[in-house]
């Protein structure tokens, strides 16, 4: 499968398209277990913003390359280079602020797969440990291998996880309990354990199967009005953190525009003549 043109200046993320209309971002930093240093997580953050705003694409799946990780989260080592307190200077005021800027800009990153308007199918696979928690809240659908290894390791490294588990795997999972286990002892837990919980939605044999099954799954995806996946992918999320009353109210303004658009009359039709529809780029 060749790169897509318009992604080949990646260093740590291979883009390519294995079918239409669907695009596959594979974290590419094998030798170091796909970990995230800051140069990752910056290029991370710019891939996802370049697919939100491409219209070639619809669906895209995120996965890691390699049998050993999705990937095991921060790159610790870099992380201390990489870190404002190396280098600044001043009292505790200023240096927070430093680290306050940082801490953003990390969270900002891993964020774009929330902020992409197009839904993302995460495929944990071998080791998904730290940071993979926090991209994986991030994602609309997350499948698994049965072999995956699943950890909130933060703990565990002296600090209380920073980048998005804390504030979303609550609302992923419908155990607040649950999620205090795994958060407060950093211990692993298994495919099953995360299917149980609500925290995957499918586990497959292995990281080909799953791969296979998210493929499957996007092209599906990607045949249907971008107008009204995009648009579900939107309202969803917005209901996480409004009132059923906000969520009516914006579902309102945002279907006044879309009844007007071509695609609800293009699917209208189409189901009517029992054929399949065909969606222009968004």
């Known amino acids: 499968m060749s790169i897509v043109p318009a992604y080949a200046s990646y260093q740590y993320f291979r883009v390519t398209s294995p079918a239409e209309h669907v695009v596959h971002v594979e974290i590419n930093n094998p030798k170091r277990l796909n970990a995230f240093s800051q140069a990752v997580w910056l290029e991370y953050g710019r891939v996802f913003a370049q697919v939100s705003a491409d219209p070639q694409f619809r669906v895209a799946v995120l996965s ?23 280098t600044a200077d001043g009292d505790e005021v200023r240096r927070a602020k430093l680290l306050r800027n940082h801490i953003e800009e990390f969270q900002t990153s891993i964020s774009a797969v929330e902020k992409c308007e197009k839904p993302v199918i995460a495929v944990l696979h071998d080791v998904a440990i730290g940071l993979a928690i926090d991209i994986a809240t991030c994602a609309d659908i997350r499948i698994c291998a049965a072999n995956t290894r699943f950890a909130v390791k933060e703990v565990d490294i002296g600090l209380a996880a ?3 588990t804390l504030a979303r795997l609550p609302k992923v999972v419908g155990s607040l309990s649950w999620v205090k286990d795994v958060c407060l002892t950093a211990r692993d837990f298994s495919a099953a354990e995360a299917l149980a919980q609500g925290f995957v939605s499918q586990v497959h044999d292995d990281k ?31 209901s996480v953190n409004h009132t059923v009353a906000d969520s009516l109210r914006y579902t309102q303004v945002w279907n006044s525009v879309a009844l007007q658009g071509e695609d609800f009359a293009t699917a209208i039709m189409s189901s009517m003549q029992k054929k399949k529809p065909t969606f222009s780029k968004l």
């Open 64 to 86: 890691g390359v390699g049998d050993r990780a999705f990937t095991s989260g921060l790159d610790v080592k870099a992380a201390v280079s990489d870190s404002p307190l190396t």
């Open 208 to 238: 080909a199967k799953a791969l296979a099954a998210a493929l499957a799954l996007a092209s599906q995806l990607a045949s249907k009005s971008p107008v009204a996946v995009q648009g579900t992918k939107e309202l969803l999320n917005h």
């Open 162 to 164: 920073d980048i998005g």
